[in-house]
């Protein structure tokens, strides 16, 4: 047994200690029943380091303040129930991410095993079929160059015609059962095929799931605070996860003496703001404005400048109130960022869209969709206007459905069609969920010869054409794989920084650390590529989120 769960052997203990003494406390005399709690308490947060409970306990008093009702004592009982509770489902949705992805090694194993198997077979019956053929070219030699009389060729001559009966009627029989191991092997071959698509489909829906579920935010519009919960040593992949030990007064205090002391200093920061979790900089913002009367966001307007600031206020914000600002600044004054525009609506699942849109609404007084369909046109607006419907349906596949789908898609391609009916395609690939494109995608690809990609690429052009990539690619590939496409392109040829600072900051709390080993996987670096390509605070800032802090 590690520290860690000698630790958590002690906690759980130390909190049965709580529920044993707390039934009883009311029995006892004023004087003695203070001492009791007093006692317990103290007791506790010696062993309270536990690392899986990521938010300290607000309610928790401090040292030197005394115990005086019950009131406390419940408060403190309900905080430490309510986050094992939460720890607790975090923690069975992770186990149940790793339990399928097992399952998905041990399919891929019996489909390589079967496809050797396969292999083998036809192999051996084109050996059989080349013996055979060689016996009959040997028989037939033998038998002309034997010499004969003219009696005897009659009858070598009714032996020669015999032996090419039996030999046709071999071969015929080699023949069709090639023929049966060929359509035996199409079979098995399709089945395995579509039950590790379905376990593909059910690993993605999990870890999609566990993604929302780990990242899911819930607003108190009354104190405006808020609770992210993220746990160490999981697969969701995230590159700053919560700081230990966090003293948000602390914080709160460094932070104003960076920016209002003699001199700027930025280093501070940058430490403090890219080291902590979105949950933990949103406590440090409220801790801020509740000691100074000022929250972070305005005073690092009046402090800091550039793409600098640009980050630093990312970071101070939600995810989906960054994201309606950004779609703000693309569509607002001369000229529109369609790049944001395709990463933010495009790549986003159902509830991060009806997120974005409510904040967008309340924050700018109308709809995302509006402004949207103002400055945008064609076949792009479509797309888009499509995506921000959040209709995509649930993760369950229909065989029959996708197959009627990808009908209707090779009769537009065969008919050089899906650019004149795009309303069609548009629809297709922006309600159906990802298995379903899936699906469609391998049943066309099987069907023409070319999948949904090729398609895209052949007949639309522009951003209307990146925009349907993207989704394709999110929905073929994986949004990670997607996104690290996206950002590895970014920081090739020429850097564009709005879109860097857009992709780092927003999946450094959710997959950055995956996105790294994508494109790691072609050779790259991404810390070597921002370091040659950014300098300044804003190259340190970008760095610093993109090592991470779970070392």
Known sequence: MDSSDSTNTTLTSKRSEFSSVGSGLNKQPEKQRKKSVKKVFNSFKRYDSSPSLNQPLSVIPDDNKELKSMEDLDMMLGAIKKDDQIARVVKSLVHETRAIRNQMEVNNNLFNVAVSEL???????????????ESIISEKDRIVERPHDDGVNFATSQKMTELEDRINQQLAGVTREQQMLRELSDTQMDTLRQYIVRSDEKLIFMQEELDRKLAKITVNEDEGDFKMIFLKNVDYGPTVFDYLPFEPHEDAKD????????????????????????????????????????????????????????????????????????IRDAVKGLGTDETALIDIICTRVNEEIVNMKEIY????????????????????????????????????????????????????????????????????????NFAHIREMNRLVEKSIGKDILDLISQEFSGYAREAMETIVKCAIHGRVKTLAERLNNCLKGNLRETQLTRLIVSRSSLDLALIKKEIQKNGYSVEERISNQTSGSYRKALMSLTKGNSN
């Not at 292999?119 to 053929?133: G, I, V």
């Not at 404005?289 to 793409?307: H, P, Q, T």
């Not at 065989?399 to 009769?411: C, G, L, M, R, W």
């Open 255 to 326: 932070l104003r003496k960076a920016l209002k002391g003699v001199g700027l200093e930025e280093d501070t920061v940058i430490k403090i703001m890219t080291q902590r979790s979105i949950v933990q900089r949103r406590r440090i913002d409220k801790e801020y404005k509740n000691i100074y009367g000022r929250g972070l966001i305005a005073e690092m307007k009046s402090e800091l400048s550039g793409k600098f600031l640009r980050l630093m206020l990312y970071l101070i914000k939600t995810p989906a109130e960054h994201d309606a600002d950004e």
């Open 361 to 432: 609404e309340l924050k700018y007084k109308k709809g995302i969709e509006r402004d949207v369909r103002s400055d945008t046109s064609g076949t792009f607006r479509k797309v888009l206007l499509a995506c921000l419907l959040a209709n995509r349906t649930s993760n369950k596949l229909s065989d029959d459905s996708a197959s009627d789908d990808a009908e209707v898609i090779v009769e537009l391609a065969t008919q050089k069609r899906m650019s004149v009916e795009d309303n069609t395609f548009i629809e297709l690939i922006s309600t159906n």
């Open 119 to 133: 292999s083998n077979k036809c192999k051996q019956l084109e050996t059989n079929y080349t013996r055979l053929l």
